[in-house]
């Protein structure tokens, strides 16, 4: 028990965001409740609700809040099809998402990837390839590489001819620190670092496979080995079983961690962490799904809230060390696709215990679980 209040920013942000995120503080209020703690919420537009409340993505206000919070509870941004006139630059996913994870120096992107016994039917993969249960954590970086090097630019270089370049760079002392994270991450686990990288071309893979090697003398009881990215996408495939924690730069931590996501049947099964440098015992940490929008079905008690809901246990877990109530959201997630309640991304009608529910009912049973 504490008698700490965690401050809380909840950025609900566009499309699904203000659903899911609802039911996520419904399970956070009836976490408060259950283990005797106090979360002072506030909530913060963002994104397309950002530009539409103060004329931008990332409002000053929202930011100020940001930096005064203990953590932050993220939804999610962007709404492809709205105003096209808006410059890249000022757009929702730069402008808000990117800018917060270089502003907070997120630096450390967790996904775990989780298939739920009772949803093998919801993976793509036969239940062989399934095994005994699929469960990696993608280790992205998140504040490097081609998303932020420079230079970044579109430039003409002859009439009609344009020219796009994006820089893929990175350091020593970045490459380190993201692999320390794998590493203590996966002493925690199976005790596996799959480190993701394409040596065989880029001068960043090589210097990636080199530090990665380094740091890997500081884990003696930790597994490494080393796969070129191609590779890896096609053994997700094969054989996710192979995989504890898999260890990627920017770019390919973006691309597996959405194929990696497949697996667990659904996007919105997935939560993430980006969590920044430790403060005595607390990390400044950033909490979102790892799906997106969904502007398809935003508004209509669809959304699978599970994703943002466990985002909120990875809050408890990573920022604020309370691992009892962390546990209670997992376990009430756990019951209650156990009890049968699926919304309908993990719906099958071929399971005959599956009953079909809202984004509302789900949030009340995981509530009602904890
Ligand atoms: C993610 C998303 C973002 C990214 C987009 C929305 C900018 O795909 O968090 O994986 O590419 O990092
Ligand atoms: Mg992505």
Redesign the pocket.
Known sequence: MSSKTFKLAALAGDGIGPEVMREAIKVLRAVEKRFSLQFDITEAPVGWAGIDAAGKALPDTTLELCRKSDSILFGSV?LPDRDPTIPKEERP?RAA??RLRKEFSLFANLRPVKLYKQLAHACPLSLERQGNGIDVLVVRELTGGMYFGQPKKTEQVSPGVMRAIDTMVYTTPEIERIAHVAFKAAQLRRKKVTSIDKANVLENGVLWRDVVTTVSKHYPDVALEHMFVDNGAMQLMLKPTQFDVMLCENMFG?IL??EAAALAGSLGMLPSASLGATNGNQTFGFYEP?G?TAPDIAGKNLANPIAQILSVALMLRYSFGLNDAANAIDDAVTKAIASGLRTGDIYSAADATAKKVGTREMGDAIAAGV
């Open positions: 962007g996913e998402l990117l973006d961690s959405d790892a997106g």
